[in-house]
Each structure stands twice: as C-alpha cells, then as structure tokens.
C-alpha cells in the first residue's frame, strides 16, 4: 500500500528497494515489489545498464 501510494501522489523515476528482512525464506519484498513494476534495473543479481 505505500508503494503504491508514493507512486500514486509523487510519481518517482526511479525507486530503490531494499528487504529490511535480510534475505530468508520469509522474505517477500522482491516478489511484492516487482508484482508492481513495469521494469527492473537488477536482474539475477547483476545491474543492467542501459543507454
């Protein structure tokens, strides 16, 4: 719900995400997030880069 709102009110270029969770089993910010995207920079653990 805050993603969405800070998209909604402020619409950024860019947001950075990380987990506050480390990475678990229980960690579900990456399939939270990118449920919510139209891209991503970050794929399999390598920056993308784009010009």
Do not use: W, Y
């Amino acid at each position: 719900e805050t993603l969405l709102k800070l998209c909604d009110e402020i619409r950024p270029n860019l947001i950075l995400a990380t987990g506050g969770t480390r990475i678990s089993l229980h960690d579900i910010t990456p399939e939270t997030s990118t449920s919510l995207m139209e891209g991503q920079c970050f794929r399999d653990g390598r920056v993308a880069l784009f010009e």
